[in-house]
C-alpha cells in the first residue's frame, strides 16, 4: 500500500471577496509539482461562493466534471441549453468532450453556497458534451457509501467517461466498513467533508485527505458522530 497524505492547511487558497475556495490540486495561481493530479483525478475544488454572485460563462473541453453542493444552491447554465439549480443531496456531472461553454452562479442572494467541484480526465477525448443532474439518497441512508457516479448509467448514479467511482457516506461514531477497490490499477482518494476518520490507520479530520494506491481495500472507521467522507476511485495510469 502507498499513500500521498493531503492536509487541510496545506491546500493552495484564495479569497476573492465573492468567492473563498481552497484547492487540493494545482490551480489557476495555486502551482505545486508534486500536487497536479491523483491518477486520473486532476481537480478538487472546496469553493464558497457568496450570494448572487459566481463564474460568469466560459470554456471547458476534453474533461469530466462533477459537482456536489454541500450547502445553499448553485444555478448553472450551458450552451447546451441545460439550465436549473442543484441543492445539497444532489450532484451533477458534464462531459466537456468536443467543448462546452457554462456558467455557475449562487442561486441565493441571501446565503452562500459551499460545493466541491471536481474534474476527471476522461478515457475518451472529444465526445458529444453532455450535462446531468439526480438526487441521491446518501442524506438518508447512514453508516454506509452511497454510490454517486460510476462508468456506467445506473438507477442510483450519475455517469462519467473514465473507470472512476464516486462515493459519499454519513457514519455515526465509531461504525467501521471496508472500501473495496473495483480495479487493481485504480487507487482511491478520500476526503473527510465532516468530522473525523481513521482512514486505513491514518486519523482525517475535515477536509483532509488522502490518496491509497496498491492496494485491494481501505478500511474507513468514523470517530466522531454526522462524521461525513467522499472517496473516489480512479486509474492511477490513464
Known amino acids: 500500500m502507498r499513500t500521498v497524505l493531503y492536509k487541510a492547511n ?4 484564495a479569497n476573492h471577496g465573492w468567492l473563498d475556495t481552497h484547492h487540493t490540486f494545482s ?7 508534486d500536487r497536479i493530479n491523483f491518477g486520473a483525478l486532476r481537480v478538487v475544488n472546496d469553493d464558497i461562493v457568496e450570494g448572487g454572485k459566481g463564474f460568469g460563462t466560459h470554456p471547458h473541453d476534453n474533461m469530466e466534471i462533477v459537482s456536489i453542493p454541500l450547502k445553499g444552491g448553485l444555478k448553472h447554465g450551458d450552451s447546451m441549453g441545460n439550465g436549473g439549480i442543484i441543492h445539497e443531496g444532489e450532484v451533477q ?28 480526465f476522461p478515457n475518451k477525448n472529444d465526445v458529444k458534451p453532455r450535462y446531468e443532474q439526480k438526487k441521491m439518497d446518501f442524506p438518508e441512508h447512514r ?3 452511497s454510490e454517486i457516479v460510476t462508468p ?3 438507477d442510483h448514479s450519475l455517469w462519467i467517461h473514465q473507470n472512476a467511482w464516486f462515493n459519499i457516506g454519513m457514519f455515526d461514531k465509531n461504525v467501521s466498513i471496508d472500501y473495496a477497490l473495483k480495479d487493481k490499477g485504480n487507487g ?8 473525523k476518520f481513521n482512514v486505513s490507520g491514518t486519523e482525517l479530520d475535515k477536509r483532509d485527505a ?11 472507521k468514523a470517530l466522531s458522530d454526522d462524521a461525513q467522507i467522499l ?3 480512479v486509474p492511477m495510469e490513464f
Open 152 to 154: 456506467t448509467p445506473t
Open 27 to 33: 490551480f489557476a495561481n495555486y502551482y505545486d509539482p
Open 210 to 220: 488522502i490518496g491509497i494506491w496498491e492496494t485491494d481495500s481501505i478500511n474507513l
Open 143 to 145: 453508516n454506509k457509501l
Open 10 to 13: 496545506t491546500r493552495g487558497h
Open 231 to 233: 472517496l473516489i476511485e
Open 188 to 195: 482511491v482518494f478520500v476526503m473527510v467533508i465532516e468530522g
Open 93 to 120: 456531472v458534464m462531459s466537456a468532450g468536443t467543448g462546452v461553454l457554462h456558467s455557475e452562479f449562487n442561486a441565493y442572494h441571501d446565503k452562500p453556497v459551499n460545493f466541491f467541484q471536481i474534474w476527471v
